[in-house]
């Protein structure tokens, strides 16, 4: 189905790569107008370039998700070239990388550095995205079935249950714990807020996670028996910033194969 948000204006923030790569060339498949935004500039401009090439419409705008006024400025762009904001995906969002040849690091090895970059990436990133487009959103009034806007969040099966690295963990369980709460402020004014929460995905954003043993070693423990794909994280955003989800809102959607739904039994040899 296409269409599912025609002449719809979404800022995707780390769609250099992975999910947002992903996320910005289904989303312009499907009818929207793209600000493809990354850290690095190059990066978001070769997205832009390939929804372009596969007939979208897109322009780049390089964002530090950690700096207010680059948010800000980014909301700003979108205005400027499109004349509306109605889709903020916030998607942008970093780990802590393991020394090489080392798995995920202990909690106390974790360094205040690695925490506040962290954190201010993946928890203070998500609360700028989400005032700048708010006051967006506020400054331009409803449109329509799609209310006053929607933000989408993503987060983590990290977020959710306990997986993966602590101090990633805290921070995904900051969003999912945002998205509840805002949700409930934000209804009122017709604006939804959702996110989803991936499981264990081959992108780059963890230093060989695209090799074959990763993603056995990811397929093994999702209950489905295969690793999530980015196409697949980003069409659970495709719906929940649609009509389709008119009424869904303040939602934590897991995209994990079956993981956080509980341990899967063994078959007894």
Known sequence: ???????KIAIITGAGSGVGRAAALLFAQHGGKIVVSDIDAAAAQATADAV???????IAQACNVAIAAEVDALVAAAVQKFGRLDIMYNNAGITIQPAPG?????FTDATSA????????????????????????????????????VIVNTASVAGLIGYGGVVYGASK???????RTLAIELAPQGIRINSVCPAGMPTNFMPGSSSERA???????????????????????????????????????PVDGGLGAGVALRKLS
């Open 1 to 7: 189905m296409d269409g599912m948000i025609k002449g």
């Open 52 to 58: 372009k090439a596969a007939g979208g419409e897109a």
């Open 102 to 106: 080392a798995g995920l690091k202990r």
């Open 114 to 149: 690695d925490i506040e970059r962290l954190f201010s990436v993946n928890v203070n990133g998500v609360l700028y995205g989400c005032q700048a487009a708010i006051r967006q959103f506020e400054a331009q009034g409803s449109s329509g079935s799609g209310g006053g806007g």
């Open 173 to 179: 369980g900051a969003v999912t714990s945002l998205t």
């Open 215 to 253: 993603i056995a070693s990811m397929a093994a423990s999702h209950p489905l028996g295969r690793a999530v794909e980015p196409v697949e994280c980003a069409s659970a955003a495709l719906f929940l910033a649609s009509d389709l989800a008119s009424n869904i809102t303040g939602v934590n959607l």
